[in-house]
């Protein structure tokens, strides 16, 4: 039997959550507890945080989202319906502004950016043709006064389309894990603080790296992905999520050949949260609000319907977090 679920109607005071974002700390030094992972396998309470608009003048076209952040603000990446070169990736300072859109044009069909993930300040977003063929460039931004400015890292080609991409600490390595097309292949690149450069380890067919122990070995065809620790043991934990699913992964042997994952936990959201699109269409995150763990979602593209004069919008940000309100265990800050 599925669950009970909670649906909660009310919406978030916007003023509440700019609070949350302007006084929390970084996502990346944040982690989960086992009891967090257990409750999100139960009752859940899910809520439309508000729409997220962007002027038409610095978005002219319809734009498919493709991936959230949400940390000291609400980053989503998309792909311009109409112009086949172009990408945004769009700061809304605090939910309910209006949010600052970036264009950017890398080369002519580098078009798809990919979901990402901040680590500090700091994002790193795959930018690659919409198929499954052709390379990716990997280019970096910090976040500085609301903006995202290119940074100084050096920027990574891949080999291939990388349409999810994690981003965040393994032990003393910064750690870059991304999905190909579908998630038939990864890439996992990894350096020490500090380090421009990245080192890359391939992995072909990820299901051949999947632990029997776990759940089971099914690899979706995850468009986000969320790089943690466990708070009790420093466990690196992939968060993966693709249509009604949300996974969660143990991994080891981060940055080697032989990277190793263990299903730990699964939850179909279907029955949770439908707002007339699959939750987890595109863009998912985790958001730490107290010490109590959400995970939020951005499935929506930016289109005029229902949008105020002047502007393009999605329907609504999601969040859904357990009923009981789990918070983080030791070690969490």
């Given at each position: 039997?599925?669950?009970?679920t909670?649906?909660?109607?009310?919406?978030?005071?916007?003023?509440?959550?700019?609070?949350?974002?302007?006084?929390?700390?970084?996502?990346d030094?944040?982690?989960?507890?086992?009891?967090q992972?257990?409750?999100?396998?139960?009752?859940?309470?899910?809520?439309?945080?508000?729409?997220?608009?962007?002027?038409?003048?610095?978005?002219?076209?319809?734009?498919?989202?493709?991936?959230?952040?949400?940390?000291?603000?609400?980053?989503?990446?998309?792909?311009?319906?109409?112009?086949?070169?172009?990408?945004?990736?769009?700061?809304?300072?605090?939910?309910?502004?209006?949010g600052?859109?970036?264009?950017?044009?890398?080369?002519?069909?580098?078009?798809?950016?990919?979901?990402?993930?901040?680590?500090?300040?700091?994002?790193?977003?795959?930018?690659?043709?919409?198929?499954?063929?052709?390379?990716?460039?990997i280019?970096?931004?910090?976040?500085?006064?609301?903006?995202?400015?290119?940074?100084?890292?050096?920027?990574?080609?891949?080999?291939?389309?990388?349409g999810?991409?994690?981003?965040?600490?393994?032990?003393?390595?910064?750690?870059?894990?991304?999905?190909?097309?579908?998630?038939?292949?990864?890439?996992?690149?990894?350096?020490?603080?500090?380090?421009?450069?990245?080192?890359?380890?391939?992995?072909?067919?990820?299901?051949e790296?999947?632990?029997?122990?776990?759940?089971?070995?099914?690899?979706?065809?995850?468009?986000?992905?969320?790089?943690?620790?466990?708070?009790?043991?420093?466990?690196?934990?992939?968060?993966?999520?693709?249509?009604?699913?949300?996974?969660?992964?143990?991994?080891?042997?981060?940055?080697?050949?032989?990277?190793?994952?263990?299903?730990?936990?699964?939850?179909n959201?279907?029955?949770?949260?439908?707002?007339?699109?699959?939750?987890?269409?595109?863009?998912?995150?985790?958001?730490?609000?107290?010490?109590?763990?959400?995970?939020?979602?951005?499935?929506?593209?930016?289109?005029?319907?229902?949008?105020?004069?002047?502007?393009?919008?999605?329907?609504?940000?999601?969040?859904?977090?357990?009923?009981?309100?789990?918070?983080?265990?030791p070690?969490?800050?």
């Amino acid at each position: 039997m599925e669950p009970r679920t909670v649906y909660r109607a009310a919406i978030w005071s916007l003023a509440q959550l700019a609070l949350i974002l302007l006084a929390g700390p970084k996502a990346d030094a944040k982690c989960v507890s086992t009891a967090q992972i257990q409750q999100l396998g139960g009752a859940l309470q899910c809520r439309n945080l508000g729409k997220l608009s962007v002027s038409l003048k610095e978005m002219p076209n319809n734009c498919h989202s493709q991936g959230l952040a949400v940390d000291s603000s609400v980053t989503v990446s998309c792909m311009d319906r109409s112009d086949s070169s172009a990408a945004y990736m769009v700061v809304f300072p605090r939910p309910g502004d209006t949010g600052k859109a970036f264009k950017y044009k890398v080369g002519n069909s580098y078009r798809h950016p990919s979901a990402f993930q901040f680590l500090g300040d700091k994002t790193a977003v795959a930018f690659a043709p919409n198929s499954p063929n052709g390379q990716s460039q990997i280019r970096f931004f910090d976040l500085k006064n609301q903006e995202l400015v290119p940074a100084e890292d050096a920027t990574i080609m891949a080999p291939t389309h990388i349409g999810a991409l994690a981003f965040g600490r393994v032990g003393e390595l910064e750690t870059l894990i991304g999905c190909a097309w579908d998630c038939n292949d990864w890439a996992v690149w990894t350096r020490k603080a500090g380090s421009r450069a990245f080192t890359a380890t391939s992995v072909r067919k990820p299901k051949e790296h999947t632990d029997h122990r776990g759940l089971d070995s099914g690899v979706g065809a995850y468009n986000s992905l969320f790089l943690t620790t466990r708070c009790e043991d420093k466990q690196p934990l992939l968060f993966a999520s693709h249509g009604t699913w949300l996974d969660v992964w143990e991994l080891s042997g981060v940055g080697t050949a032989d990277l190793r994952l263990k299903k730990i936990m699964k939850r179909n959201f279907k029955s949770v949260f439908h707002p007339g699109i699959n939750l987890f269409h595109e863009g998912m995150t985790l958001f730490w609000n107290g010490g109590q763990l959400e995970i939020m979602a951005a499935p929506h593209d930016f289109k005029t319907e229902g949008c105020g004069p002047g502007l393009r919008c999605t329907p609504g940000l999601y969040s859904c977090t357990a009923a009981g309100g789990a918070k983080a265990g030791p070690g969490a800050n």
